[in-house]
């Protein structure tokens, strides 16, 4: 999110085959089809078949015992903690309403122009997903109470929010104004969740009048009027417009979504060129991820083609081994150079959210493993490391030398990252498992249990990964069944990995960064074990050699480097996105290293704990995963004083 009032914040095709006696080859094609006939009004728009995989609803997984399901507890005491009243006030006098309740704070605040977001937006996609993801009733009955309470503040020509209709004045003239579309977003989105994920038939209905009011607003201005009005934040509204549209078959929604195409965006990723360079980053992926929904909807292949291109272009060379990406909120060089990016402003947590959402989408499209290994290593490292034990969130996931991390106040802040963490940690089980028609794909070692009704067949994850390098898989199965299970191999995976079938070990194996295929005839009560051996590797700062990341299979280390100096005030705070004043920088953890491949330089100390120890030019330093440090001051990049000094 861009701030409007801090001036500090400013692949892809098919997966390997393996041919072996129980491993059948997997190919992977799909014809374009041509877009379909605009369906009628109050008729759902069917997806296009351009998913070649397909993710299953949130209800068909349920989480087993491990950190995801008690970081997703943490979230859900917190969610559970904000009264439903000071959520509604600033909505209440907006309307007209009375209201006695304590105005929120920070973000929230009846003063700030982005208020609404979180209390309006968020909170409700929150609810709608952590009743979907764990049946969480009590969590549901409070959005259904939200949605109740801002329905009666609607206006009768379907304007919602907390602010006036003329902040959009102010936008549509040229003013100054803190980015009201990014704020109608959230809210339209949060309805729409809480009507498709948690059955609220009031909420779809605030949402058609939002959307018809979006789309008679829009209707007065001219498209170069519309590439002014695009230079201020937007969010996703193309993204839920398309939604809109997928649910009711409005045409109008449509229509609206795509007065968003932002050409000087769109135009250059379509045609392959990166020019990202200057630009606010969060600002930037929602649009594409609504430009991925328009795909899916229509089949026009510009849209996938920009959407993958900026998938492949930002993933790949624009963000830290964490798999985060910014700098102060901006992409402030070009492609493949990140030198001197490292600060306590990197990595802004709404950006790896939605680098992981607009994951999902490309993944769908082409099947690729290799997209989960981004999506597990930034899932690891730059999601879980984010939340507190009381539920608070990071905006920036600082990558400094020295620094710590830095949260939200309880009722104080609601930055951004505070509500798309508060989604996050409450949809853990969404992209375990994927399918086509018969097959079925297991991309993330996550206890787990899937029950595809569709195929009778219930499939128990039980690992302790990443603290053990194996899983295991139990099938249930109603009557035996013949079908291919694709398990994900890790680029990351050390030697000696292999696979049993109800306890033999199979004679061939899959390639790094591919998928091993199991082609066979199931029976009730089969069981896979995998082994998953992980390994030390290092991931240089692009564009910089000299500063190297070490990981342990997906899991980014850092240096632990103690308490001394480290405050409440460095650590928790309200309006502001950062500590004030701002600790001094320390200098980076120096090694010396043969080279930038080189491991000999880090020493597993118990593997079962994720302990580790670097040797340093300053002696032995205890080392853990980075989303396991709290409370005290860390280092990610390591100095290699060897490359520093043949580079210079």
């Given at each position: 999110?861009?701030?409007?009032?801090?001036?500090?914040?400013?692949?892809?095709k098919?997966?390997?085959?393996?041919?072996?006696?129980?491993?059948?080859?997997?190919?992977?094609?799909f014809?374009?089809?041509?877009?379909?006939?605009?369906?009628?009004?109050?008729?759902?728009?069917?997806?296009?078949?351009?998913?070649?995989?397909?993710?299953?609803?949130?209800?068909?997984?349920?989480?087993?015992?491990?950190?995801?399901?008690?970081?997703?507890?943490i979230?859900?005491?917190?969610?559970?903690?904000?009264p439903?009243?000071?959520?509604?006030?600033t909505f209440?006098?907006?309307?007209?309403?009375?209201?006695?309740?304590?105005?929120?704070?920070?973000?929230?605040?009846?003063?700030?122009?982005?208020?609404?977001?979180?209390?309006?937006?968020?909170?409700?996609?929150?609810?709608?997903?952590?009743y979907?993801?764990?049946?969480?009733?009590?969590?549901k009955?409070?959005?259904?109470?939200?949605?109740?309470?801002?329905?009666?503040?609607?206006?009768?020509?379907?304007?919602?929010?907390?602010?006036?209709?003329?902040?959009?004045?102010?936008?549509?003239?040229?003013?100054?104004?803190?980015?009201?579309?990014?704020?109608i977003?959230?809210?339209?989105?949060?309805?729409l969740?809480?009507?498709?994920?948690?059955?609220?038939?009031?909420?779809?209905?605030?949402?058609?009048?939002?959307?018809?009011?979006v789309?008679?607003?829009?209707?007065?201005?001219?498209?170069?009027?519309?590439?002014?009005?695009m230079k201020?934040?937007?969010?996703?509204?193309?993204?839920?417009?398309?939604?809109?549209?997928?649910?009711?078959?409005?045409?109008?929604?449509r229509?609206?979504?795509?007065?968003?195409?932002?050409?000087?965006?769109?135009?250059?990723?379509?045609?392959?060129?990166?020019?990202?360079?200057?630009?606010?980053?969060?600002?930037?992926?929602?649009?594409?991820?609504?430009a991925?929904?328009?795909?899916?909807?229509?089949?026009?292949?510009?849209?996938?083609r920009?959407?993958?291109?900026?998938?492949?272009?930002?993933?790949?060379?624009?963000?830290?081994?964490?798999?985060?990406?910014?700098?102060?909120?901006?992409?402030?060089?070009?492609?493949?150079?990140?030198?001197?990016?490292?600060?306590?402003?990197?990595?802004?947590?709404?950006?790896?959210?939605n680098?992981?959402?607009?994951?999902?989408?490309?993944?769908?499209?082409?099947?690729?493993?290799?997209?989960?290994?981004?999506?597990?290593?930034?899932?690891?490292?730059?999601?879980?490391?984010?939340?507190?034990a009381?539920?608070?969130?990071?905006?920036?996931?600082?990558?400094?030398?020295?620094?710590?991390?830095?949260?939200?106040?309880?009722?104080?802040?609601?930055?951004?990252?505070?509500?798309t963490?508060?989604?996050e940690?409450?949809?853990?089980?969404?992209?375990?498992y994927?399918?086509?028609?018969?097959?079925?794909?297991?991309?993330l070692?996550?206890?787990?249990?899937?029950?595809?009704?569709?195929?009778?067949?219930?499939?128990?994850?039980?690992?302790?990964?990443?603290?053990?390098?194996?899983?295991?898989?139990?099938?249930?199965?109603?009557?035996?069944?013949?079908?291919?299970?694709?398990?994900?191999?890790?680029?990351?995976?050390?030697?000696?990995?292999?696979?049993?079938?109800?306890?033999?070990?199979l004679?061939?194996?899959?390639?790094?960064?591919?998928?091993?295929?199991?082609?066979?005839?199931?029976?009730?009560?089969?069981?896979?074990?995998?082994?998953?051996?992980?390994?030390?590797?290092?991931?240089?700062?692009?564009g910089?050699?000299?500063?190297?990341?070490?990981l342990?299979?997906?899991?980014?280390?850092?240096?632990?480097?103690?308490?001394?100096?480290?405050?409440?005030?460095?650590?928790?705070?309200?309006?502001?996105?950062?500590?004030?004043?701002?600790?001094?920088?320390?200098?980076?953890?120096?090694?010396?290293?043969?080279?930038?491949?080189?491991?000999?330089?880090?020493?597993?100390?118990?593997?079962?704990?994720?302990?580790?120890?670097?040797?340093?030019?300053?002696?032995?330093?205890?080392?853990?995963?980075?989303?396991?440090?709290?409370?005290e001051?860390?280092?990610?990049y390591?100095?290699?004083?060897?490359?520093?000094?043949?580079?210079?």
């Amino acid at each position: 999110m861009q701030h409007g009032e801090d001036p500090r914040r400013k692949f892809l095709k098919g997966a390997a085959a393996l041919a072996a006696a129980a491993i059948a080859p997997r190919t992977r094609a799909f014809d374009l089809a041509e877009p379909a006939k605009a369906a009628t009004s109050k008729q759902a728009v069917p997806d296009q078949p351009v998913r070649c995989v397909q993710p299953f609803a949130l209800d068909q997984v349920r989480l087993l015992d491990s950190e995801f399901t008690r970081a997703a507890a943490i979230n859900r005491r917190y969610l559970q903690s904000l009264p439903i009243d000071r959520l509604a006030h600033t909505f209440r006098l907006q309307a007209g309403l009375p209201s006695h309740a304590a105005p929120l704070g920070g973000w929230e605040k009846p003063d700030c122009e982005l208020r609404g977001h979180f209390t309006g937006g968020h909170y409700l996609s929150a609810c709608a997903l952590a009743y979907a993801s764990d049946g969480d009733e009590a969590l549901k009955a409070r959005g259904d109470e939200l949605v109740a309470a801002l329905a009666k503040c609607q206006r009768p020509n379907g304007y919602l929010s907390a602010f006036p209709e003329s902040f959009f004045d102010r936008l549509g003239s040229g003013q100054k104004v803190w980015a009201p579309f990014y704020t109608i977003h959230k809210i339209h989105a949060g309805m729409l969740d809480m009507y498709r994920l948690a059955g609220n038939q009031q909420a779809l209905q605030v949402a058609i009048g939002m959307g018809n009011w979006v789309a008679r607003w829009l209707n007065g201005f001219s498209d170069a009027q519309m590439a002014s009005i695009m230079k201020t934040e937007f969010g996703g509204i193309n993204d839920s417009m398309y939604e809109l549209y997928a649910i009711t078959g409005n045409e109008s929604y449509r229509d609206a979504a795509h007065r968003f195409d932002q050409s000087s965006l769109f135009d250059p990723l379509a045609s392959y060129r990166d020019e990202l360079q200057g630009l606010h980053a969060n600002t930037q992926v929602p649009k594409i991820i609504g430009a991925a929904r328009r795909y899916e909807l229509t089949g026009e292949p510009r849209y996938r083609r920009l959407a993958e291109f900026f998938w492949e272009t930002v993933t790949q060379h624009r963000t830290y081994a964490t798999g985060g990406s910014s700098n102060d909120e901006f992409w402030h060089t070009a492609p493949g150079d990140l030198k001197g990016q490292l600060g306590l402003y990197t990595a802004e947590s709404c950006v790896a959210y939605n680098l992981l959402k607009l994951t999902r989408h490309v993944y769908t499209w082409n099947g690729d493993p290799r997209a989960f290994d981004y999506y597990e290593r930034t899932l690891y490292n730059a999601r879980l490391g984010t939340q507190d034990a009381d539920g608070m969130k990071l905006y920036f996931y600082p990558l400094r030398s020295g620094a710590t991390k830095f949260y939200n106040s309880p009722t104080d802040s609601f930055w951004c990252c505070t509500g798309t963490g508060a989604e996050e940690f409450a949809r853990f089980n969404g992209n375990i498992y994927f399918h086509d028609d018969n097959d079925l794909y297991v991309n993330l070692f996550v206890p787990s249990e899937l029950n595809w009704t569709q195929q009778k067949l219930t499939l128990r994850q039980e690992t302790r990964f990443p603290r053990e390098p194996r899983t295991q898989l139990a099938l249930k199965l109603a009557q035996p069944k013949h079908f291919a299970l694709h398990l994900r191999i890790p680029s990351w995976i050390g030697p000696d990995a292999k696979v049993r079938v109800n306890g033999q070990i199979l004679d061939a194996f899959a390639s790094p960064g591919s998928y091993l295929s199991l082609q066979r005839e199931w029976h009730d009560g089969d069981r896979i074990e995998l082994d998953l051996p992980l390994r030390l590797h290092t991931m240089t700062l692009p564009g910089d050699d000299s500063q190297v990341a070490m990981l342990y299979g997906p899991l980014v280390l850092g240096a632990r480097l103690g308490t001394q100096g480290v405050t409440h005030a460095m650590q928790y705070g309200g309006y502001g996105t950062g500590p004030e004043p701002e600790p001094p920088a320390q200098p980076p953890v120096r090694i010396a290293a043969a080279s930038a491949q080189s491991t000999d330089w880090m020493r597993v100390v118990a593997a079962d704990e994720l302990r580790f120890e670097a040797s340093t030019r300053n002696g032995a330093v205890a080392v853990a995963p980075l989303k396991d440090i709290y409370g005290e001051r860390y280092a990610v990049y390591w100095q290699n004083e060897s490359e520093a000094s043949s580079s210079g």
